[in-house]
T-cell receptor, first 115, second 110 residues
Framework: DAMVIQNPRYQVTQFGKPVTLSCSQT?????MYWYQQKSSQAPKLLFH???????NEADTPDNFQSRRPNTSFCFLDIRSPGLGDAAMYLC??????????????FGNGTRLTVT | EDQVTQSPEALRLQEGESSSLNCSYT??????LFWYRQDPGKGPEFLFT???AGEEKEKERLKATLTKKESFLHITAPKPEDSATYLC???????????FGTGTKLQVIP
């Protein structure tokens, strides 16, 4: 089955120690997203790629960066994690919004703990 | 600013007790409204897309409807396996961006 895969499922890092989360997709979708979701909150969009074009949300901290080396893979880098960055990080893909039926397809997330 | 508000925050039903979840929205121009199901510790799973007022979609015990200001997710004769958080999201159009509500946490008791 075509899918979105996130690794690792659980990540523990120390305060200030850089961490990278990864996402791969077999859907061949143009658009890839990173969302942050804290307990009982709505997923919050951090940034997205439309093909190789990177789009950062205005309120995404500089501490968060992303790379998309090819269509299938996307990475989220947190340069200096703080305690407030502990959350579930969700990767999603979609076709371009101009097409009908272009919902988001999510991976199962990476749960980040900062100690 | 685009806003999505879901109610109630939590809902507890007996198995077989039908009910509805509400999603009200304010957007500049609606391109699509989406319903997702999210199980604990997992990513949201797509359920439905609705595009225009009056549209309805059904899947098993779930039926989603859309008006100009809100959407309802009707759950008919729910089963314990329907327990999850149901998220509503809107695409205001013209951009690759979706705004989510905070969800309704549904618990169905046997």
């Amino acid at each position: 089955d075509a899918m979105v895969i996130q690794n690792p499922r659980y990540q523990v890092t120390q305060f200030g120690k850089p961490v990278t989360l990864s996402c791969s997709q077999t859907l061949n979708h143009n658009v890839m997203y990173w969302y942050q979701q804290k307990s009982s909150q709505a997923p919050k969009l951090l940034f997205h790629y439309y093909d190789k074009d990177f789009n950062n949300e205005a309120d995404t901290p500089d501490n968060f960066q992303s790379r998309r080396p090819n269509t299938s893979f996307c990475f989220l880098d947190i340069r200096s994690p703080g305690l407030g960055d502990a959350a579930m990080y969700l990767c999603a893909t979609s076709k371009p919004s101009g097409l009908a039926n272009s919902p988001l397809h999510f991976g199962n997330g990476t749960r980040l703990t900062v100690t | 600013e685009d806003q999505v508000t879901q109610s109630p925050e939590a809902l507890r039903l007996q198995e077989g007790e039908s009910s509805s979840l509400n999603c009200s929205y304010t957007v500049s121009g609606l391109r699509g409204l989406f319903w997702y199901r999210q199980d604990p510790g997992k990513g949201p799973e797509f359920l439905f897309t609705l595009y225009s007022a009056g549209e309805e979609k059904e899947k098993e015990r779930l039926k989603a409807t859309l008006t100009k200001k809100e959407s309802f997710l009707h759950i008919t004769a729910p089963k314990p396996e329907d327990s999850a958080t149901y998220l509503c999201a809107v695409n205001p159009g013209g951009y690759q961006k979706v705004t989510f509500g905070t969800g309704t946490k549904l618990q169905v008791i046997p």
